[in-house]
């Protein structure tokens, strides 16, 4: 059924990488899946499910309080994600807020306090636990500097699909966790990628990662049918000028293929 899809990936050689998994058939298309590419903000879906893990184990709690800094702020144009930086230091968040943030918006303020509560080495050796061998970290958000050192964040399509089914299946949270970390990929406010043709009333929990700088265009999410997850699509691109246009066209026909036929 979801062979048709491949038509669409074949002209862009190893710039696109993807997996769609059929998770009530288990059909599989796959093309360049264990790539490793820059992350961008597709990172912050790995990063979300470590700190959710902490909480499930009772090393961290959703309630505590962080007040933000002025030294904390990041992003300058108005092409930079995320409110954080635009509020006055001082203001109260929660860690759940800056989970909230750091998903549905993309916040990098956000994420950056969520990483500064963890540490590189302890959500790499989280990743290495969930089975993620092209996952890491290696620099906080907008700190790109770090990327003209060397340091950079990684991901992988065929990472972010094991990811996506070790949530599904509450693999190392609680049930709260895996409930919240659903609310908030349901909510997510970047909508202009494979789910941008389809009907609001379905439901798609996802996550994107894009730096136009560096030609950086990625998209994961779980795809709902009847209540209950039907697909995993993952993608990850560099390079493409048309990546969202191509991220549309295949919405579009998986939506046809689901949902019209």
């Known amino acids: 059924m979801l062979e048709s899809l491949m038509r669409y990936f ?7 990488s993807v997996l769609i998994e059929d998770l009530f058939t288990g059909e599989i298309i796959s093309r360049n899946a264990a790539c490793r590419f820059p992350s961008a903000s597709l990172i912050k879906y790995p990063i979300l499910y470590s700190f959710l893990e902490k909480v499930s184990n009772g090393e961290e709690s959703l309630k ?39 998903i549905d918006i993309s916040d990098d303020t956000a ?15 989280a990743f290495t636990r969930y089975g993620l061998t092209s996952t890491s970290v290696g620099r906080y958000m907008m700190e790109y500097k770090g990327i003209e050192k060397g ?4 991901i992988s399509a065929q990472d972010t699909n094991n990811l996506s089914k070790l949530l599904l299946m509450s693999a190392h949270l609680s049930q709260e966790c895996r409930g919240m970390a659903l ?47 039907r697909l995993t699509i993952n993608f990850c691109s560099k390079g493409l ?5 191509l991220m549309n066209k295949v919405g579009k026909e998986i939506y046809t293929i689901l949902f019209e036929k």
């Open 10 to 16: 074949e002209p862009y050689g190893k710039g696109v």
């Open 151 to 154: 340091r950079d964040n990684f």
């Open 183 to 229: 609310d908030v990929l349901l909510k997510q406010r970047e909508n202009d990628g494979f789910n941008k043709l389809f009907p609001k009333e379905i439901p798609y929990a996802h996550k994107c990662g894009c730096i136009k700088q560096y030609q950086l265009d990625h998209e994961c999410g779980i795809l709902y049918q009847n209540g209950k997850p």
């Open 64 to 102: 505590d309080i962080h007040i933000l800094r002025e030294t904390e702020k990041v992003g300058e144009s108005v092409y930079d994600t995320g409110i954080l930086r635009e509020l006055h230091a001082g203001i109260e968040v929660t860690t759940e807020d800056c989970l909230r943030l750091m």
């Open 241 to 245: 000028k048309d990546s969202r246009e």
């Open 111 to 125: 994420t950056n306090i969520i990483m500064k509560r963890m540490s590189f080495q302890s959500m790499n050796e």
